[in-house]
């Protein structure tokens, strides 16, 4: 005589709850699975509605149950499996990570919306979000999913946070379904036709070969704030690569536009050659620790898109600003220093050197934020130092032993009063533009 020992899984960890009482010597006899022809008999009702309680509160569950056979043989059917023994139940509990509801609640606050598609039960897949705050809803399971063509599929999708006993070919179509509708879609799993089909698959570092082979990205730990942290460091950084464009096209624009403007009324130069390149390499220089800059936390609540329009739009908008306050600059050295002539070019052109220097420096504080600079958003402290060291460079150079070679000359002390003023007042009015333009465009980087 051998006993075969059959599980009933009504799911695929570590917790025994107690059975119901019976008599001494005696066994719950399992009832088989009733039939199209046979309706299910109280038996049958009560141990699936242990499995279904059990569901409820999160564990997965195995029904274990025995049959005795007359006759020893090697290979044995599914027909064996007919009125087994009921000797209990396995339950199996696999309690989310502490952080799991932090990490997906900080995914939504960055307008990342997270769905469930799991190939488990049901019940379980509702009970594991709702303790992760997860909002489920009505749960979609795997054979409403085949029912569906694409475009209902796209509408379900759209609407549903929990799909419960899907495969892998169903979580592929709903990640597609997904993607139709212009969302970018991750897809975290082991699922691989989803995890080819995401935009971005994500595996982890234990998964099987062919799903770490067929993602795009794999976590070396089982930490969901990893997400979280990626998603806010790649929008810092194409915020930060916007700003830095943006930056550069409407101060270059400005440039040119008052270089123009300066070479059809002034009898020389403007600015040398060998000035022009100084003063964009101590720019650029300054610009290195664009990188390393933080973005307002209001700009990392939703994902951004390329925007070539806005550019050219934001390039002139602002860029002609900065040419006000250079004609400005061009005005007072010419009238008010007397530097009108080719002799006093040196002097005109240190004056300008300065003054483009500088504000091309400080707008950075006013670009980088829609807010108001210093007040209500800081750069990091490598932004700062560079803006420092930029500023003291362009005043330095024309006092320096350098400035003989590059066309320099000292400026008088009664020009920096007119510099302090010119520059406060091109933050003022750039800040006003600024304000302008966010309510018109509803835009800013």
């Keep these: 005589m051998t ?3 059959c599980a009933v899984a009504f799911l695929s960890i570590l917790f025994l709850p107690r059975l119901p009482a019976a008599p001494p010597g005696a066994l719950l006899r399992a009832p088989p699975r009733p039939s199209p022809r046979r309706a299910p008999g109280p038996a049958w009702w009560h141990v699936t509605r242990i499995a279904e309680d059990n569901n409820r509160r999160g564990l997965r569950v195995l029904a274990v149950a025995t049959r ?3 006759t020893p043989r090697d290979t044995y059917t599914v027909a064996d499996e007919d009125g087994p023994t009921l000797v209990g139940f396995l339950a199996f509990l696999d309690p989310p990570k502490a952080d799991a509801g932090r990490a997906l609640q900080g995914l939504a606050d960055k307008g990342v919306a997270v769905k469930v598609v799991t190939g488990d039960n049901d019940l379980v897949a509702a009970r594991v979000c709702a303790d992760v705050g997860i909002e489920v809803g009505h749960v979609v399971l795997g054979g409403e999913v085949d029912g569906l063509d694409e475009a209902g599929l796209r509408a379900l999708a759209a609407r549903t946070t929990v799909f419960a006993k899907v495969n892998p070919v169903q979580k592929a179509r709903i990640v597609r379904a997904l993607q139709a509708d ?3 879609v991750g897809f975290l799993g082991d ?25 795009d990205v794999i976590l070396l730990e089982k930490d969901l704030t990893v997400l979280e942290q990626g998603v806010v460091q790649g929008r810092t950084t194409f915020g930060n690569t916007i700003k830095y464009i943006k930056m550069t096209a409407s101060s270059n624009f400005g440039n040119v536009l008052s270089v123009l403007v300066a070479s059809a009324f002034i009898p020389f130069q403007p600015m040398l050659a060998i000035m022009l390149l100084v003063q964009n390499l101590v720019y650029d220089i300054s610009q290195l620790a664009t990188p390393w800059d933080r973005m307002d936390e209001e700009y990392l609540r939703k994902p951004r898109n390329w925007d070539a329009k806005g550019i050219g739009r934001f390039m002139i908008a602002i860029g002609p600003v900065s040419s006000v306050f250079d004609i400005s600059m061009f005005l007072i ?9 080719e002799a006093s070019q040196s002097l005109f052109q240190s004056g300008w050197f300065i003054e483009g220097l500088l504000s091309q420096t400080l707008v950075v504080h006013m670009i980088r934020t829609r807010k108001i600079p210093f007040i209500q958003s800081r750069a990091s402290w490598p932004v700062m130092v560079t803006t420092v060291l930029a ?13 003989p070679a590059l066309g320099f000359v000292a400026l008088p002390a009664s020009y920096f009063p007119w510099l302090i003023g010119v520059l406060l007042a091109y933050c003022t009015l750039t800040q006003l533009v600024k304000t302008w333009y966010i309510r018109t465009f509803g835009t800013w980087l």
């Design 191 to 215: 699922g691989i036709a989803a995890l080819r089909d995401a935009d971005v698959g994500i595996s982890v570092d234990t998964a099987v070969d062919i799903a770490k082979e067929s993602a």
């Design 333 to 341: 050295m010419w009238h008010v220093f007397g530097a009108g002539s």
């Design 3 to 5: 006993a075969v020992p």
């Design 391 to 403: 500023v003291l460079t362009g005043l330095w150079l024309p006092f320096s032993p350098l400035a």
């Design 182 to 184: 212009g969302p970018t």
């Design 68 to 70: 005795t056979v007359g």
